[in-house]
């Protein structure tokens, strides 16, 4: 990555909390930012970033943006997601389909709609992924978990594929972080419980434990995450942030003895 010009960055995703947080860190430090999300109005006026549209869902979309980015991006950030919590027995596949589309396949189109730009500039891919990609799957969490687990591997594998091409390609797994989206979390479980009527019960109780569970990081910490993945001569290939220790203990248990704590918490 030259450093003696003006760097160029496109955080996707970026009107969310963690997004925001990443654009400012950005901004900050001095890097032209071009931020994006599928709505980008009413965001504030900041020095050095213009916000445009674009669908991550839509190939076209991503091209014409990756297009507004320039002919070279020394960096790509990847931050958009859906929580997608739900029952998988019951669930519409079109939700599940449409979880699956925004929180990995997208990752992989803004890849390959910026790809040259990167390679001109040797630049730099951090996609923010999860605690949860590295876990077993959870009760009404399976579609969040393995839409993740999706993208890590994606990652992984354009991390082998793009290194032949001098470009690095970094994860950022981060545990519970404070944003709009958690605030949310009450409202997600309601619906999912209206639409798997054999699980609403628990679904409302794994709702209101979600809801009283107050723990996360501030998205800043993330951003200073991904700012240094940026900026490090030698990125590592994943950082792990503000990971949930109970769920991460949880996970080393025996599955036998994990599915009966999980149990009694939901059922009592």
């Known amino acids: 990555m030259d450093r003696r010009e003006p760097r160029t960055a496109l955080v996707v995703g970026a009107a969310g909390g963690t997004g925001l947080a990443i654009v400012d860190a950005l901004a900050s430090a001095g890097w032209q930012v071009v931020a994006s999300d599928l709505d980008v109005g009413g965001q504030p006026s900041r020095p050095g970033v213009e916000w445009v549209p674009a669908d991550v869902t839509d190939e076209a979309s991503l091209e014409a943006l990756a297009d507004r980015a320039g002919v070279r991006l020394h960096a ?32 992989v189109r803004l890849v390959q709609a910026c790809l040259p730009a990167l390679v001109e500039a040797q630049g730099r891919v ?21 839409s993740k687990k999706m993208l890590d591997t994606a990652a992984d594998s354009l991390r082998q594929e793009l290194g032949l091409l001098g470009v690095d390609v970094v994860k950022v797994r981060p545990g519970p972080i404070r944003t709009p989206m958690v605030a949310g979390i009450a409202d997600a479980f ?7 009527p054999l699980f609403a019960a628990t679904i409302r ?28 001569p030698r990125p590592r290939a994943s950082y792990a942030v503000g990971q949930d220790r109970g769920r991460a203990v949880l996970d080393k248990l025996p599955s036998a003895w994990s599915d009966a704590i999980i149990r009694r918490v939901l059922t009592g």
């Open 205 to 232: 109780q794994m709702g209101q434990v979600a809801a009283t569970a107050t723990r996360g990081m501030e998205p800043d910490v993330v951003a200073a995450v991904v700012l240094k993945a940026l900026t490090v």
């Open 126 to 146: 951090v996609v923010l992924s999860s605690e949860v990609a590295g876990q077993k799957g959870a009760p009404f969490n399976g579609p969040y978990s393995m």
């Open 190 to 196: 309601e619906k999912a419980a209206d639409e798997a």
């Open 76 to 107: 790509v950030i990847y931050s958009a997601g859906l929580l997608g919590v739900g029952a998988m027995a019951q669930m519409p596949i079109g939700r599940l389909e449409h979880v699956m589309q925004v929180n990995a396949l997208g990752f």
